[in-house]
């Protein structure tokens, strides 16, 4: 008797799972070019070589996951050409001091994005059976700690410094509109967010945004203002809209 041969069959994929990994490739992309200006930042203050070798190994994981992510997106059947927007590639200078810059995209790109991915990412990977879905889900997954942990070192790197009072200025006034933007990626009121998901889309790694607003607005309280309090930063006692 010959070896049994599995039933079980990779449920079909919908425009929707297509269009969902497509916008993953376009976001790793930006996220490994942000990494990358960010490290070059961090080089042009002198931060400490670990810190740079840290970053640079982040700009590596991202362009992973983009590839990971376009194999996931070939496989449910995406096939058209497409591009970056160019201008979301770079972080903009917004201060005299590129310290000031500095701190801003570490709080902004690294404490708050990455430490709200990794319940985000785990959240997708839990009910993601498809298995070049999963396999993509789980490295991504397990990256985003990492980078989640680079960022609050780099933080208390530059609180460590001299100019330390002038850094926390920066990120009180930022700290307000940095959550309302998070707000506009993942809380309740997203125009043409993901409102609901098929059994089949959950397998191929989607999952509505309804769960990601909870997610974000659960980090509030268990990641953020612990995080921020432990250097001595008070984390805006803000009630999401919606």
């Given at each position: 008797?010959?070896?049994?041969?599995?039933?079980?069959?990779?449920?079909?994929?919908?425009?929707?799972?297509?269009?969902?990994?497509?916008?993953?490739i376009?976001?790793?992309?930006?996220?490994?070019?942000i990494?990358?200006?960010?490290?070059?930042w961090?080089?042009?203050i002198?931060?400490?070589?670990?810190?740079?070798?840290?970053g640079?190994?982040?700009?590596?994981?991202?362009?992973?996951?983009a590839?990971?992510?376009?194999?996931?997106?070939?496989?449910?059947g995406?096939s058209?050409?497409?591009?970056?927007?160019?201008?979301?590639?770079?972080?903009?200078?917004?201060?005299?001091?590129?310290?000031?810059?500095?701190?801003?995209?570490?709080?902004?790109?690294?404490?708050?994005?990455?430490?709200?991915?990794?319940?985000?990412?785990?959240?997708l990977?839990?009910?993601?059976?498809v298995p070049?879905?999963?396999?993509?889900?789980?490295?991504?997954?397990?990256?985003?700690?990492?980078?989640?942990?680079?960022?609050w070192?780099?933080?208390?790197?530059?609180?460590d410094?001299?100019?330390?009072?002038?850094?926390?200025?920066?990120?009180?006034?930022?700290?307000?509109?940095?959550?309302?933007?998070?707000?506009?990626?993942y809380?309740?009121?997203?125009?043409?967010?993901?409102?609901?998901?098929?059994?089949?889309?959950?397998?191929w790694?989607?999952?509505?945004?309804?769960?990601?607003?909870t997610?974000?607005?659960?980090?509030?309280?268990?990641?953020?203002?612990?995080?921020?309090?432990?250097?001595?930063?008070?984390f805006?006692d803000?009630?999401?809209?919606?």
């Open positions: 008797m010959g070896p049994r041969q599995s039933t079980e069959r990779t449920p079909r994929p919908t425009a929707l799972v297509v269009h969902d990994w497509r916008g993953r376009e976001a790793e992309y930006r996220s490994a070019a990494a990358q200006e960010t490290v070059l961090l080089i042009r002198g931060a400490s070589p670990d810190l740079v070798r840290a640079n190994r982040i700009v590596d994981d991202e362009l992973v996951h590839e990971m992510s376009r194999a996931v997106w070939t496989a449910a995406g058209e050409s497409f591009a970056v927007d160019r201008d979301s590639l770079a972080l903009p200078r917004a201060h005299k001091a590129l310290e000031h810059d500095v701190v801003a995209a570490i709080v902004r790109v690294f404490c708050l994005g990455e430490t709200v991915a990794v319940p985000l990412f785990a959240n990977r839990r009910r993601t059976t070049i879905a999963r396999r993509a889900l789980d490295r991504i997954l397990e990256d985003e700690v990492r980078h989640r942990d680079f960022g070192l780099a933080l208390a790197w530059l609180l410094r001299p100019d330390a009072d002038d850094l926390r200025a920066v990120i009180d006034a930022g700290l307000p509109q940095w959550i309302a933007a998070l707000e506009r990626n809380g309740d009121d997203l125009d043409g967010g993901i409102e609901a998901v098929t059994p089949a889309e959950r397998a790694g989607v999952a509505p945004w309804k769960e990601f607003a997610i974000l607005h659960r980090a509030y309280v268990r990641d953020y203002r612990s995080r921020f309090a432990r250097l001595g930063i008070a805006p803000l009630r999401p809209q919606g």
